[in-house]
């Protein structure tokens, strides 16, 4: 009787030890909807700047708007996995079929995933979302930005309260953990200057005159904010004085606008076309890389490019990752057509910097370019 208890308690503890290395249901996708297909072009190249995301009771809410999806989409499938608070989040049209292209919005909940289990997500392989607040983030975010700052008054808010809460123009430089802050000394912001931090998805700012200024207080930058950053442009917003949410989107000063973002994706690399095309030149100006290519056609205007890394990393010195030039063309004319195009490395530096590295060697499509940001 004594061993059949023993053998009991064992088996008991075995099975309460199993459980508790059973890991926790996979956070499930519910609530997806989308948008009928619309023709019209997505407005924002970056899809940082497209995807807004929200945390809530129910776990995490993403919205991603101009989605590009072919035209004979019906639904969106997305699947997702989340490791050491990475979460990678693959979005695609189904079906998946047509030549022609559209854009939709799509929304969607991943149920049970608290906003401090999050480091980072990608969606498609492009990072829109990261709170690492490391020395590497700092770095990268330090600079010069300007652009507007706005108030978006709550309805019940009476005119006469916000008369002076206008738009304006602002400029904003970020330093070594410390921010200057300059605007218009009537409007909103006046400025501000102090210390910054990160805390998460949020940027701080400490005014060191906050209590002593001679002017109103609200007209100061301080306090925290809700942010988004994707290197180039610097959002963050924030509601304030029970009047409305003040406002910031700034651009880095000395960045180039491309014409598209690289991609970074095995799928894409191993799937997306691969008509035949020749790389005459490329070259590095900021954060764009330029390509020069021909190849056979009527004008080129119907040709759908794009610039897809396939996430390798080679720690050779410097490190090398291996891209492509995909080329669709559905032209059928024997004219030898020249063209430029340039694309936003910021999605492969981003992905890379992940690895600790500051500079790449580019192989693409059998040419190569060195990458130092």
Not at 27 to 51: E, F, G
Request: hydrophobic fraction near 35%; aromatic fraction near 12%; charge should be negative.
């Amino acid at each position: 009787m004594a061993k059949k208890k023993v053998a009991i308690l064992v088996g008991l503890g075995l099975f309460l030890f199993v459980s508790c290395l059973k890991r926790e249901p996979e956070a499930k996708v519910s609530n997806i909807s989308s948008t009928p297909c619309q023709q019209t072009k997505a407005t924002k190249n970056v899809l940082a700047d497209r995807v807004y995301i929200d945390f809530t009771n129910e776990g995490l809410q993403i919205t991603c708007n101009d989605f590009e999806v072919t035209c004979d989409f019906i639904t969106v499938n997305v699947t997702h996995t989340f490791v050491n608070g990475v979460l990678n989040i693959m979005q695609q049209g189904s079906p998946n079929q047509a030549k022609c292209s559209c854009f939709t919005d799509v929304s969607y909940t991943i149920n049970g995933i608290l906003q401090n289990e999050v480091n980072v997500i990608f969606i498609n392989d492009v990072q829109v979302y990261c709170h690492h607040g490391n020395e590497g983030e700092y770095r990268n975010m330090e600079g010069i930005y300007s652009g507007t700052f706005t108030v978006r008054y709550i309805s019940d808010v009476p005119e006469w309260w916000y008369w002076d809460f206008e738009s304006g123009e602002t400029t904003l430089e970020l330093k070594n953990g410390k921010y200057t802050c300059e605007g218009n000394p009537d409007r909103i912001p006046v400025g501000g200057s102090g210390n910054y931090s990160i805390n998460h998805q949020k940027i701080i700012f400490e005014d060191e005159n906050f209590w002593t200024a001679d002017f109103d207080w609200n007209l100061i930058l301080n306090g925290e904010y809700e942010y988004t950053f994707d290197g180039r442009r610097l959002k963050f917003s924030a509601f304030k004085n029970d009047v409305g949410y003040y406002e910031y989107d700034l651009k880095k000063e000395g960045l180039t606008i491309c014409d598209k973002d690289a991609i970074i994706s095995q799928t894409e690399y191993e799937n997306a076309p691969n008509d035949q095309v020749e790389i005459i030149d490329m070259k590095i100006e900021g954060n764009c890389l330029k390509i020069k290519f021909s190849a056979s056609g009527c004008s080129g205007n119907s040709w759908n490019v794009k610039l897809i890394g396939l996430g390798n990393y080679d720690k050779s010195s410097p490190p090398q990752t291996t891209l492509r030039l995909s080329l669709d063309n559905k032209e059928i004319c024997t004219a030898v057509i020249t063209k430029e195009v340039s694309f936003n490395l910021d999605p492969v530096k981003e992905y890379f910097r992940l690895h600790g590295t500051d500079k790449l060697y580019l192989n693409i499509s059998g040419k190569g370019v060195l990458y130092e940001y």
